[in-house]
């Protein structure tokens, strides 16, 4: 019997390669919703090759949609559900197996929890929905009965060298457990990994966003160059495995052929390897526990001439530390910590900051806003509006004028 799956983000990189990997497994998946923002020319060409029975989109795109429906002779039209509402019906629908949550940022988090409040498997590239709420969405996961797998490569390869039943043993005291004593998170280091300090106040969006290894959109490509991808990425580790921030070592692999690695108190470390393309992972957490077939190929080790391990310049690259900062305060630290870096790479790619105003920035609005406790989402909503309002006060006075 096939498994129903809903894309959330279906335009993006992540969203992409999912389809790409349901178009060769057709027998296994059927695609039952998707979602899209301003890219409406995907969506419609997404629904003439999968012929999903749900579209979600803004509202004010809808004649948009129908129009170009109609010029490409779309035979079967879907049904249009819009805006966060209708991101959260196809989430939670009870036609739907597996939840692919893709969608960027802030905007992911609603509907995420949706999925897994209505306990579906949920493969988890939005990373933001745990960055901001990830004791609430761990609690509703053991409730539901969800399953969230994780698709970011690193803590897909962190999950693939745990312990088969590590999930089950996670312990309140953020401690680690059966016999895992660290993570050691891998990070390309950007683009400008070499750059001096001198030279990182003079690069451009264009710059930012060429990164060296991976196929990526703007924003999480801006976040790689000034580590708060992997500083996002500690704090969504921590939420998942249930362990405190100073088990969690980043290292930096200009590479990408290590994804992660796990050390063991008996002094092995197991790494997860291949090939950088997002495939894989993908196709992991949509089969799991199973494998499954993809077009990736396998990792030449022989053209693998060396891998590098650095530690990361956190004076060069301070949104490693602010994260790490975020996380050991906890309650609505990391969400502000989040909304301010969204305003501020949003502004560094409309050229109105620089590079290293946005880790400034981050700075400033952290230690401007009071944290409070993450009990509810009513309290992270509250958090994440005022830290970017504040966000937005930094670029007015500070800002390119």
């Not at 997002?278 to 396998?298: D, E, K």
């Not at 958090?383 to 006075?397: G, K, M, V």
Request: hydrophobic share 45%; net charge negative.
């Amino acid at each position: 019997m096939k498994q129903s799956i809903t894309i959330l983000g279906a335009t993006g990189s992540i969203g992409q390669s999912t389809l790409k990997i349901l178009a060769e497994h057709p027998q296994q998946y059927q695609l039952y919703a998707i979602s899209g923002f301003h890219r409406i020319v995907e969506l419609v060409d997404i629904c003439l090759q999968f012929s999903p029975k749900v579209v979600a989109l803004p509202r004010q795109y809808a004649d948009k949609f129908l129009s170009l429906a109609q010029q490409k002779q779309l035979k079967y039209l879907p049904q249009l559900v819009f805006d966060e509402q209708g991101l959260m019906e196809i989430a939670s629908a009870s036609e739907v197996d597996v939840v692919m949550a893709a969608i960027v940022g802030a905007a992911g988090l609603l509907p995420t929890l949706a999925a897994v409040r209505a306990g579906k498997r949920v493969l988890l590239a939005n990373k933001e929905a745990l960055v901001m709420s990830g004791d609430i969405m761990l609690a509703e996961a053991k409730r539901s009965g969800a399953l969230i797998l994780p698709v970011d490569s690193e803590h897909n390869a962190i999950f693939q060298c745990l312990p088969e039943h590590y999930f089950a043993h996670r312990h309140e005291n953020k401690q680690p457990q059966l016999g895992v004593s660290k993570l050691l998170l891998t990070a390309s280091g950007g683009p400008f990994l070499n750059f001096s300090t001198e030279q990182l106040q003079h690069v451009t969006p264009a710059q930012a966003c060429k990164h060296p290894n991976w196929s990526m959109g703007q924003k999480i490509s801006v976040d790689s160059a000034t580590l708060m991808n992997k500083g996002l990425e500690l704090i969504e580790a921590c939420h998942l495995f249930a362990i405190s921030e100073h088990f969690v070592t980043v290292v930096i692999h200009p590479q990408s052929i290590i994804h992660s690695m796990v050390q063991y108190v008996d002094g092995s470390t197991l790494a997860q390897m291949g090939n950088p393309d997002m495939c894989t992972p993908i196709a992991h957490a949509l089969a799991f526990p199973q494998r499954l077939a993809t077009s990736v190929p396998a990792l030449d080790v022989f053209a693998t001439a060396h891998l590098d391990f650095y530690p990361p310049d956190t004076e060069k690259f301070p949104a490693l530390l602010l994260a790490r900062q975020a996380m050991r305060e906890g309650g609505t630290a990391p969400t502000i910590l989040n909304a301010a870096n969204e305003i501020a790479v949003a502004a560094f790619l409309q050229q109105k900051i620089g590079f290293l105003d946005i880790s400034r920035l981050v700075d400033a609005v952290l230690q401007q806003q009071q944290t409070t406790a993450a009990d509810d989402l009513t309290m992270i909503l509250a958090a994440d509006d005022t830290a970017r309002q504040s966000a937005l006060n930094w670029i007015q006075q500070y800002g390119v004028q």
